[in-house]
């Protein structure tokens, strides 16, 4: 008899995790479980490219249809697991379904953190995390109406300037005093405040939301003590890991589902991948990182280790973002107490930060820099000493520096 | 539906793979979502992570658009890059490449 894998959520995570299991060699029956209608698909084009209307929702998929019978995976969607009965091995679904397995792979990703304030769930406001949502935001999203986005993060600004592009009237509310402030260092927040300015986008900063107003629908956003007139909402406040299904099986969580460096939970039959999952970084810190790197890498190497070939799992991790025809990318993670040296003028709109720690580079975001990048990210790797005023001088080569 | 050319993939090994993609889509996707083994793309085709490489015969070279600056600096840091190499996300698939063969790097990391 063959070993039977299970995987629930139909995410990055879990599609990387059939293709890597099938890679390693494993011959077994695979059963994916999504509660989403559609097959995996990539998330990052929705704020992006699938927003402004540039690209069709087929290329979204990350798969063929065709894929997953040659793959041999069995995919059931629309649905979602209830339980895990771990001493029986079964998973329970919410149709009654009993699925049984001999090993388990956890994929459930995110969900939207939701607002919580008078008004909050007045028609109108939208959250964007799938399809389903940014399909049912493209109706509204049209020139000349007036969006009121919360949240200064990477989904708020993204959005912000495909709404600029196509001619909506943009205002962003962040309640820290800098955009990206969780992400990214304080050169960059001035950069792309500066940036979005200038596309017409209206910056709150420091300004809460404290409650929507509308009748039937929303019509107002109170935000800072004022009232501003909107057409439209989009919330984009980060995300919360869906873990319940790890929790009620007893399973331990600490804001993500904490797994080992192979990817495996408490249980040793089940393992856990992505967005959903806390785990213990390259630096020694529990970190929950919600990316497509650690999605791929992480499923990468549950697969490795569900087929009795682990590995540790020590990746650099790495994000992006397209705003306008910025491509910023970030390697590492970063901490407020890294020395910071900059590469390049921001007035070029082509230029780099690299955090120090110790004299050696914690992480590197770049703008239209893929030198920077790509060179960052490997002295992150190796953890090689650099000298931060040849990193910022720019009549060196990168290539030379890495 | 879009009209939809051929393109054949060739492993480090030697194995073939002749899929079918549809106009405008990338060359990237027409290995990834199907099994073609060898391209990782795991940047989605957004140039941000120079992982979906290929070797373009020199006979279809000339076919295709000039590299974007991006492509080019990306490209400079892949793995084993020799003079046909392009990434595979940044191709558009279109009549005149019908047919075209490109070959897969041992790795993509």
């Known amino acids: 008899?063959?070993?039977?894998?299970?995987?629930?959520?139909?995410?990055?995570?879990?599609?990387?995790?059939?293709?890597?299991?099938?890679?390693?060699?494993?011959?077994?029956?695979?059963?994916?479980?999504?509660?989403?209608?559609?097959?995996?698909?990539?998330?990052?084009?929705?704020?992006?490219?699938?927003?402004?209307?540039?690209?069709?929702?087929?290329?979204l998929f990350l798969k063929s249809d065709a894929w997953y019978a040659e793959a041999g995976c069995e995919l059931i969607l629309n649905t979602s697991a209830r339980a895990i009965h771990r001493a029986e091995r079964i998973v329970e679904l919410n149709d009654g379904r009993k699925?049984?397995?001999?090993?388990?792979?956890?994929?459930?990703?995110?969900?939207?953190?939701?607002?919580?304030?008078p008004g909050a769930d007045l028609a109108g406001i939208h959250y964007l995390k799938t399809i389903a949502d940014v399909d049912g935001l493209q109706?509204?999203?049209?020139?000349?109406?007036?969006?009121?986005?919360?949240?200064?993060?990477?989904?708020?600004?993204?959005?912000?300037?495909?709404?600029?592009?196509?001619?909506?009237?943009?205002?962003?509310?962040?309640?820290?005093?800098?955009?990206?402030a969780r992400a990214v260092s304080p050169q960059l927040s001035a950069f792309y405040a500066d940036e979005h300015e200038k596309a017409g986008v209206k910056l709150k900063l420091r300004t809460g939301v404290e409650a929507f107003e509308g009748?039937?629908?929303?019509?107002?956003?109170?935000?800072?003590?004022?009232?501003y007139d909107c057409d439209i909402v989009l919330v984009g406040i980060g995300v919360i890991p869906c873990d319940e299904l790890a929790v009620h099986a007893g399973l331990a969580s600490e804001d993500g589902i904490v797994v080992d460096q192979n990817a495996r939970t408490g249980d040793p039959h089940i393992w856990s991948a992505g967005d959903c999952t806390r785990h213990v970084g390259r630096e020694g810190h529990s970190i929950r990182l919600e990316c497509v790197q650690n999605a791929i890498d992480q499923?990468?190497?549950?697969?490795?280790?569900?087929?009795?070939?682990?590995?540790?799992?020590?990746?650099?991790?790495?994000?992006?973002?397209?705003?306008?025809?910025?491509?910023l990318q970030i390697a590492g993670l970063a901490r407020p107490t890294d020395a910071l040296v900059q590469r390049g003028d921001p007035a070029s709109r082509k230029f780099?930060?690299?955090?120090?720690?110790?004299?050696?580079?914690?992480?590197?975001?770049?703008?239209?820099?893929?030198?920077?990048?790509?060179?960052?990210?490997?002295?992150?790797?190796?953890?090689?000493?650099?000298?931060?005023?040849?990193?910022?001088?720019?009549?060196?080569?990168?290539?030379?520096?890495? | 539906m879009a009209q939809k050319y051929r393109v054949t993939f060739i492993e480090d090994g030697g194995k073939a793979h002749t899929v079918e993609v549809a106009e405008g889509w990338s060359l990237m996707e027409g290995a990834v979502k199907h099994l073609v083994p060898g391209?990782?793309?795991?940047?989605?085709?957004?140039?941000?992570?120079?992982?979906?490489?290929?070797?373009?015969?020199?006979?279809?070279?000339?076919?295709?658009?000039?590299?974007?600056?991006?492509?080019?600096?990306?490209?400079?840091?892949?793995?084993?890059?020799?003079?046909?190499?392009?990434?595979?996300?940044q191709l558009r698939m279109s009549a005149a490449l019908d047919g075209i063969v490109l070959h897969l790097p041992k790795s993509q990391h």
């Open chain 1, 1 to 59: 008899m063959s070993e039977k894998i299970v995987i629930i959520g139909a995410g990055q995570a879990g599609c990387q995790a059939v293709e890597s299991l099938r890679k390693e060699g494993f011959t077994g029956p695979i059963t994916m479980v999504g509660d989403e209608a559609y097959p995996p698909y990539q998330r990052p084009p929705l704020s992006k490219a699938y927003l402004l209307g540039k690209f069709e929702r087929p290329r």
């Open chain 1, 99 to 117: 699925l049984p397995y001999d090993k388990l792979l956890l994929a459930t990703g995110a969900r939207v953190r939701k607002l919580r304030c």
């Open chain 1, 139 to 180: 109706d509204v999203f049209q020139t000349g109406k007036r969006i009121a986005i919360v949240g200064g993060g990477y989904i708020g600004l993204e959005v912000a300037a495909v709404g600029a592009k196509r001619g909506l009237d943009v205002t962003v509310f962040e309640a820290m005093d800098r955009l990206m």
């Open chain 1, 215 to 227: 009748n039937g629908k929303v019509e107002r956003i109170i935000a800072g003590g004022q009232a």
């Open chain 1, 299 to 327: 499923a990468k190497h549950a697969a490795l280790a569900m087929t009795g070939n682990p590995k540790v799992y020590s990746e650099v991790p790495w994000f992006w973002s397209d705003q306008y025809d910025l491509k």
């Open chain 1, 352 to 402: 780099a930060v690299f955090h120090l720690r110790d004299g050696k580079v914690a992480a590197v975001e770049a703008v239209n820099a893929a030198p920077e990048y790509m060179i960052g990210k490997k002295l992150i790797a190796e953890g090689k000493q650099v000298e931060a005023a040849k990193l910022a001088d720019t009549s060196i080569p990168m290539k030379t520096l890495g």
């Open chain 2, 39 to 89: 391209i990782d793309a795991d940047c989605g085709g957004a140039c941000a992570c120079a992982t979906c490489q290929v070797y373009v015969a020199p006979e279809w070279a000339d076919r295709l658009p000039p590299k974007s600056d991006m492509e080019e600096t990306m490209l400079d840091f892949a793995p084993d890059v020799r003079p046909g190499s392009r990434l595979s996300c």
